[in-house]
């Protein structure tokens, strides 16, 4: 059974900072590239950042210099560092895994507020 578990979201100030994780099972993991995005009430979900099975790394205009991705292959986990946290963060951050098939995370919620 494959699952994405997502993992450290919370209430942060504005300026702060949070790492997400995200855990995977049940997949072969290392030839997945994993990716991340974040949804808010009545909008699409919105892509955040990649990581390609070799480590290769894209991100969104929105978040480019503030966040970071990275992959541990032995832990089945990608790692979203989010930095200089601002309001219009605030979001449901799900994690994705592709490569043949594509499986989602449940999500965790993000809050930046003072």
């Known amino acids: 059974q494959v699952q994405l578990v997502e993992s450290g979201g919370g209430l942060v100030q504005p300026g702060g900072s949070l790492r997400l994780s995200c855990a995977a099972s049940?997949?072969?993991?290392?030839?997945?590239?994993i990716d991340w995005y974040r949804q808010t009430p009545g909008e699409q979900r919105e892509f955040i950042a990649t990581?390609?099975?070799?480590?290769?790394?894209n991100f969104a205009d929105s978040v480019k210099g503030r966040f970071t991705i990275s992959r541990d292959n032995s832990k089945s986990t990608v790692y979203l560092q989010m930095t200089g946290l601002k309001a219009e963060d605030t979001a449901v951050y799900y994690c994705?895994?592709?490569?043949?098939?594509?499986?989602w995370g449940q999500g965790t919620q993000v809050t930046i507020s003072s």
């Open positions: 994705r895994a592709s490569w043949i098939l594509v499986y």
């Open positions: 049940g997949i072969m993991f290392s030839r997945y590239a």
């Open positions: 990581i390609s099975s070799s480590g290769s790394t």
